[in-house]
């Protein structure tokens, strides 16, 4: 049953709900074993979270950061700040020193909790510049601390200035305080664009948010979640703490790479995921299907295709599928399905909430098929995660991002810009007010920068608008719509379109590196490094006959015409990609300049 208590008691509130029962686990690195935390012991943490913080002299509303990959700790410290009325303001683990120094600096930050050397390295060299930071608290006891640091103590250490409750009579009173309207974070958006933005989000933001999706999504106490994407991302973060309001148990996956290895370890039955993870599982098994025998190639197919037929013709239009489908279907759910999922970690399945960026056509028609229920969904950082999602007991068509919530307002604007209203909008961004004022009108509505339209009570995405492009002919291009119908193809690992003020659309192609070389030893072609790989005719005429085979569905001014494939992967540290991995196009198009001009040459 939904705990709709405010953040500042939820956690003591569920302790009192479920005692003992687990309520985070974590992968202790020391041990590779997987550790369990209570509801009583959470609570206990939080408690002395907030007690160390008084004892540091943390004042209501006072900034701190959280800057580390998903650990338990950092929950203790997001939920401790809120009792005291303070806020936390999470970096991304992958966060550069330009961009912790200019964030410490937005936001006046004295006390950063860094998680493991990166971070606490980062850090260090920020505080030495003079910024106004003044304490490290850090996580991993492995960390290796500067000979010149004077300042930094391990989060044990803190915890031991809570120890005994010594500050409760203060913490309770602080926690009676809260208002609705008190900043709880400071959200930083990526920006694809320039420097980043605090998105403020409020204590009715969440408790808005938490209370919206009752009965939107069919969460249970006994549902097992695995944390994956970072908590920093509004979306892992407000779907964290609807989960929590569930009763559920959250398995922290510290590291992202580890996120199959923790699949098959913990058998989850939700979680939420960006579209990359899905084209990635895709990839994997249309591998496996090409590499399988000839008769387990037919299986495997058959399956996919009744599974289409039966979840996604039939039951996500709201019909019974024939009975000669349902009981072929039950065979293959019960034998060939069931064994992909269990090879995935996925046997006790539940549903998936997915987004972030578009989801490519095939890749969602293989995860229905495939018997698992993913949830497409719409949100920003700056609605504080969900703005519509499917509804599990509702039709579904393939390619919108759901039925909008029923606390968030909806109208289209110029050029069928998204126009947002509500409990769970932002009311601006931290100490900017200008570019508050060009993001919210004066009626209250936020410009999302999307286009889109409603059909049979479903929201389409069409594209953002300032991403579209303009070719040199006057045609528009929508680029994301390219890309994500490409990228399905299980040579590409991303693929980034251009076309902006150019004759014709080209593309620059990030290959699956491995497969190529397949592919060069079979054509016995002399191919030793990436770049060799990448420049061959032989291999980009291969490259490009599969994108042709795809694109025949496009008008002919979208087809890309030239590619070019490069020989690494695009790059945070090369400022080509954003911490959440959404290209900075402006970034790509000055780093690989030579390359695209040369595409464009008579």
Not at 232 to 240: L, N, P, Q, S
Request: include cysteine; hydrophobic fraction near 40%; glycine fraction near 6%.
């Amino acid at each position: 049953m939904l705990n709709k208590s405010p953040l500042p008691v939820l956690i003591h509130d569920q302790a009192r709900r479920y005692g003992n029962r687990v309520a985070m686990r974590y992968r202790d690195d020391s041990c590779q074993e997987w550790r369990d935390i209570s509801w009583n012991t959470f609570s206990q943490r939080v408690y002395q979270t907030s007690n160390a913080m008084l004892a540091l002299g943390v004042e209501e509303q006072e900034n701190m950061a959280v800057f580390s990959q998903n650990m338990p700790e950092g929950m203790f410290v997001d939920f401790g700040a809120y009792g005291i009325r303070a806020v936390t303001i999470p970096f991304y683990a992958t966060s550069s020193e330009m961009q912790v120094k200019y964030m410490v600096s937005d936001a006046s930050i004295r006390i950063i909790f860094v998680g493991e050397q990166y971070q606490y390295d980062t850090a260090f060299r920020v505080l030495k510049m003079g910024s106004k930071l003044e304490k490290l608290i850090i996580f991993d006891r492995n960390v290796v601390r500067n000979p010149e640091d004077q300042v930094s103590i391990y989060f044990d250490e803190f915890l031991d200035l809570g120890c005994g409750l010594p500050r409760q009579v203060e913490v309770q009173r602080r926690t009676a305080a809260v208002v609705p309207g008190d900043l709880a974070n400071i959200l930083y958006t990526s920006g694809t664009t320039g420097l980043s933005k605090g998105v403020m989000i409020t204590h009715l933001m969440y408790s808005s948010a938490i209370k919206a999706h009752e009965g939107v999504l069919p969460l249970t106490d006994t549902d097992v979640i695995l944390n994956f994407l970072p908590f920093t991302h509004v979306f892992e973060r407000g779907w964290a703490y609807l989960c929590i309001a569930n009763g559920c148990t959250l398995a922290v996956n510290r590291h992202p790479e580890d996120v199959l290895q923790s699949m098959r370890e913990i058998h989850p039955t939700c979680m939420c995921a960006v579209p990359r993870f899905w084209e990635k599982v895709y990839a994997g098994v249309q591998e496996r299907i090409e590499k399988s025998s000839p008769m387990q190639r037919r299986l495997l197919q058959d399956a996919l295709e009744v599974g289409y037929l039966c979840n996604v013709k039939y039951r996500m239009k709201g019909l019974l599928p024939p009975v000669p489908l349902r009981v072929k279907y039950a065979f293959y759910e019960k034998t060939v399905i069931a064994l992909m999922k269990k090879e995935l970690g996925l046997e006790r399945a539940h549903f998936f909430p997915t987004a972030g960026a578009a989801i490519p056509p095939k890749v969602e028609e293989f995860v229905h098929a495939a018997g698992i229920v993913m949830i497409a969904g719409y949100g920003l950082t700056e609605s504080t995660a969900t703005v519509s999602c499917d509804r599990w007991n509702r039709t579904i068509a393939l390619g919108s991002v759901g039925r909008v919530l029923d606390n968030v307002e909806i109208k289209f604007g110029e050029n069928n810009e998204v126009l947002l209203r509500g409990d769970t909008i932002t009311k601006g961004y931290y100490r900017k007010a200008e570019v508050t004022e060009l993001s919210i009108d004066r009626d209250g509505w936020f410009h999302t920068g999307d286009a889109g339209y409603m059909k049979d009570g479903e929201l389409f995405l069409t594209d953002r608008i300032k991403d579209m492009f303009k070719t040199s002919n006057g045609k528009y291009i929508a680029p994301q719509l390219i890309e994500s119908k490409l990228c399905v193809d299980r040579f590409i690992d991303q693929i980034v379109v251009i076309a902006e003020g150019r004759k014709f659309v080209s593309a620059l192609i990030i290959p699956q590196y491995d497969l190529l070389r397949e592919i060069a030893a079979e054509k016995g072609l002399d191919c030793r490094t990436n770049a060799e790989l990448c420049s061959h005719p032989e291999i980009v005429r291969f490259m490009k006959y599969r994108i042709d085979t795809m694109q025949q569905e496009f008008a002919h001014y979208e087809q890309v015409k030239k590619i070019t494939l490069l020989p690494e992967p695009l790059s945070v540290e090369r400022g080509e990609l954003t911490n959440t991995l959404k290209v900075r196009r402006p970034v790509l198009n000055e780093n690989y300049r030579d390359l695209i001009d040369k595409m464009y040459e008579e």
